[in-house]
């Protein structure tokens, strides 16, 4: 019985060599190199979400990652050489730090030994190769917050998405950077750093802020309800001593909001304004009529001519045949004298 197992055995062993001994190449060429990294490892933060994106290693091997945030159970996903993958994280708690390891392995279970990391805040996006904001308005004036976060490439808009009423802010770099966040602060009143509020109705006060100044261009899109009875909307940004009235375009409306957008150079503190026309003064009263005045007539002064001398009187009555006969004998005695 030994002598039979023992012979199976060396069997078995010649049998293993000479596959081993007829495939020398295919033996050499064992997959034991791990995939490469994965790159361009992206994110954008809502208040209790993060989603990351990355693109895979270029290896024809590569068939996934393993993924963990803060070091917690390991997520596996499968993806595509090449292709770009995502993974989206909720229920986080705001401002709070959240690191991801990413993993890549291959169709041998080889794995990636330099893991890449980046990390973000719950409702934010600060981390590691990313160009932070920080901010000093006062925590009890800031009613929400909001941060997003893009690669800068020069001359080419960064467009950042926001949840409030800004919801858009394309960014122009003037030079390439990492990933650059702007950080957005709804405000419950005007902000610590203005001195007085603009004139109008004022619709939100906020603060925009970024990671870099390296930038020409800022269009900073928001929307105010439809019901808002402001006619007249602008945009208001404090220069550090006064407040200045952006240059805006209308972009439309639907049944809930009126959009618009204006354009800066620089990030501060903003105000949305509205201007409610004044009513119309009521129209006066008309005049009471004139009283009417009797004009007294011109008094014509009576004379007495009771005393006042009398024309001549011929005594007695004279016809006018009578008169003329009279006046020619007058005229004859006259000639002969």
Do not use: H
Request: proline share 7%; hydrophobic share 35%.
């Amino acid at each position: 019985m030994n002598t039979l197992k023992i012979a199976l055995t060396i069997s078995m062993l010649l049998f293993f060599a000479s596959v081993v001994s007829a495939n020398p190449q295919e033996s050499s060429e064992l997959d034991i190199t791990p995939p490469g990294d994965v790159t361009q490892v992206n994110n954008e933060s809502t208040e209790t979400s993060i989603t990351w994106t990355w693109l895979n290693p270029s290896d024809l091997d590569f068939i996934g990652v393993n993924i963990s945030i803060n070091g917690g159970n390991v997520i596996t996903l499968l993806g595509e050489p090449n292709d770009v993958m995502s993974y989206t994280a909720t229920g986080l708690i705001p401002d709070t730090e959240y690191t991801i390891n990413i993993k890549t392995f291959d169709n041998a279970a080889e794995i990636s030994t330099t893991p890449e990391q980046k990390k973000s805040g719950g409702g934010s996006s600060s981390g590691s190769g990313s160009m932070g904001v920080s901010s000093d308005e006062p925590y009890a004036n800031i009613a929400f917050s909001d941060r997003a976060e893009k690669y800068w490439y020069f001359n080419t808009t960064s467009l950042y998405s926001f949840r409030y009423e800004v919801y858009e802010v394309a960014v122009l770099p003037a030079q390439n950077e990492g990933a650059v966040m702007l950080k957005l602060e709804i405000l419950k009143d005007k902000s610590a750093r203005t001195t007085v509020a603009p004139a109008g109705s004022v619709y939100q006060y906020f603060n925009l802020y970024s990671g870099s100044k390296r930038f020409s261009d800022v269009t900073i899109r928001f929307k105010v309800p439809i019901t808002w009875t402001a006619e007249t909307v602008t945009l208001m940004q404090w220069t550090g001593t006064e407040w200045k009235s952006l240059i805006m375009k209308s972009l439309g409306n639907d049944a809930s909001y009126r959009y618009y957008e204006a354009y800066t150079n620089t990030f501060s503190n903003f105000a949305i304004v509205g201007y409610v026309p004044a009513p119309a003064p009521p129209a006066p009263a008309p005049a009471p009529p004139s009283p009417v005045v009797a004009t007294p007539l011109p008094t014509t002064e009576i004379t007495d001519l009771t005393n006042a001398s009398q024309p001549f009187k011929i005594p007695f009555p004279i016809s006018g045949l009578e008169l003329v006969m009279v006046l020619c004998l007058v005229g004859l005695w006259y000639r002969k004298k």
